[in-house]
């Protein structure tokens, strides 16, 4: 009886610590693999100052108009959540005769001088119709096109400023549920991936996603790189950001480079190190612990006998099934046409397994531009 | 031979805590109704919703099954889902299953994604049990990786209708017309023979999309004349010298319209336009009314 009980006692012990151990892996795995980004969603109109917003309705959070270097008056809030400063009032000395205070033309036309006259009488005033909009803003490369798809279609396009920030507004929307989706394009025309994220959009009020961080682009200088030789990895990214380059076989192994002022990162990989074999790399970018960009495409190579050079004219977007540059619409309608149909062409079949399935709309979808 | 059985179930118990471990990390795909327990004769909403958990998932099908004699579909409404693009839109195909398949482009990740609601009608008192099988949530890798995924059924109370009031619809409010879209003609040797097609698509945030109906013109004004044709993407074009005007009809589950044009790529030259010789015929039969007319009046005066 007593050793039924020892036995019992041993396979529990086994189990929690085979348990424990399988635990520890996930969280090894997801402290190496997990992307951690943030993105900040608040709402304008909903009477709560929130992250991106001047004020909300009547929360300033705790910001006067003389918090804002006025001398008095009443600071209002706009209905994109922006501070309304027209009802404060500066101090003003106008010629400094007398009158102090926040004087003006009309309280004291002695310093002041009179005020211009004429125009006409004002009309009644008439509210401005609410306005459902989305206001995006976050970090691409310097100077970089930025796309923003709407339910996977392009919505607005901009370029990002010399520091990288850019702000899109989208306006003219329902309420309801949204995918929005942004992707930027560096200075040699290579794509990053597609950062995206659900949004319920409210009718009538401003909502801001700030924070976005949009993932590096990456390329490779070698298609086939032999053992023991270096291999280029670059690409773009937010100026003088940390990037940290994974090379992914049997065995992860990582690189940390620092992006320059215009954003561009350079590391040079030594292979020897790798198996003969086929291997990926991607990179992803953090500023400050704070902002950390997702992982950017992956990007494989093969370790051989010889180096064999990439020609970039040989680029090819992977989904882009009419060759325009583009993975989009028209690609998935051509998909579709050949979906669970007999003997697709090649072109059509993205995973070479003589069908088109869903799994070829998946790595579609992957590499969806719009 | 004791030791044995002790030492199996050990085993049967360590891999089952092993794979509930595994599960705690998958994504989701569940049935849900506001209401677990409803009279015979009313309507009951069922919702398919995606938790992604901590993966991206960019590709889904499946198949809702539910039993025909106790419960009757009477809508799909796909407004606000997550699917960008369907495959195959779910719909009633009356043997008691709904058959799905679409893509969201970038991945979803997130709670509570919904992909569609079903308005069911309660038939008679009984269990409906509302299963998913053929299930594929497929990772946004850029390899269809098979997503880890749990399937949580739903099971509906139906009791005997104690009143003989009738089905109460449920009702959403849809006033809006669908999303502005913009269609696109293109062009492809694996398609229809490298004759060019329509792509198009939008959504809806009401109720959801009812269909696209396309309609090809080479006379804008007289167009009404021509009738509107049910469309599915890759929509073949009727007029291949792309000198039609094409309009591209999205109708919600409320009826709400909305109407892009695209114009014709090839404008037709003024003689090959009828409306031309229309109007100059018109001209001319109203100069001739004007001229008799006043011819009439000229004579009328002399006398």
Known sequence: MRKKYLIIGFFSLVIFLVAGFFIFLKKAAANSDAVTFTVKISVCGNDEKEYGEDCDNDDFGGITCQGLGYSSGTLTCTAACEYDTSGCVSVSSCGNGSCAGSETCSSCPADCGACPSGGGGGGGYVAPAPVTSVIFSGRAYPKS??????????????????????????????????????????????????????????????????????????????SEVKRGDNIAIFGQSAPQADMVISVNSEEEFFGKTISDKDGIYLYNFDTSILDYGTHNTKSKASIGN????????????????????????????????????????????IAAYWYKRPNPPVAVDLNNDKKVDLIDFSIMAYYWTG | MKKFKIQFYAIIFAFSFLFCLQAAQAAELKLNAPASKIEAG?????????????????????????????????????????VNFWLEKPKNDSSGSIVFSGITPGG???????????????????????????VRALLNDGQGSAAALDISPLQIVISEATSSQKPVAIEVGDTLPPESFKPEIAQDQNVFNGKYFL??????????????????????????LYGWKEASIPYLLADQKLKSYIFVKAVDLNGNERIEVILPRHPLLWHENYLIYVIIILSLIIFLILWKISRGKNRAKIY
């Open chain 2, 42 to 82: 009313q309507q009951a909403q069922v919702d398919l919703f995606l938790n992604s958990e901590a993966e991206s998932i960019n590709a889904i099908e499946g198949k809702i099954t539910f039993p025909a004699e106790l419960l009757k579909l009477k809508e799909i409404r796909d407004g606000n889902t997550i």
């Open chain 2, 199 to 224: 792509a198009f698509a939008t959504q809806d945030k009401g109720l959801g999309m009812a269909r696209y109906e396309v309609r090809e013109s080479r006379q804008k004004i007289f167009s009404f």
């Open chain 1, 290 to 333: 704070q902002l950390v960009s997702g992982w950017s495409y992956l990007v494989g190579f093969k370790v051989g006998a010889k180096s064999v050079a990439i020609e970039p004219e040989k680029k090819v977007l992977k989904g882009d099934l009419n060759s325009d540059g583009r993975v989009n619409l028209i690609d998935f309608s």
């Open chain 1, 145 to 222: 096109a930025v796309t923003l798809l709407k339910d996977a279609q392009i919505a607005a396009t901009t370029v990002a400023g010399a520091d990288a920030n850019f702000s899109i507004t989208l306006s003219g929307l329902s309420g309801g549920n949204y995918i929005f989706s942004v992707y930027s394009e560096d200075n040699k025309g290579n794509r990053s991936s597609l950062l995206t994220f659900p949004v319920s959009v409210t009718a009538g009020v401003t909502t801001n996603v700030s924070g976005i961080f949009i993932t590096p682009t990456i390329a490779i200088d070698k």
């Open chain 2, 108 to 134: 979803f990740k997130g709670e509570n994604g919904l992909i569609f609601s079903a308005i069911f009608e309660t038939i008679k008192s009984g269990v409906a049990a509302l299963r998913i099988s053929e």
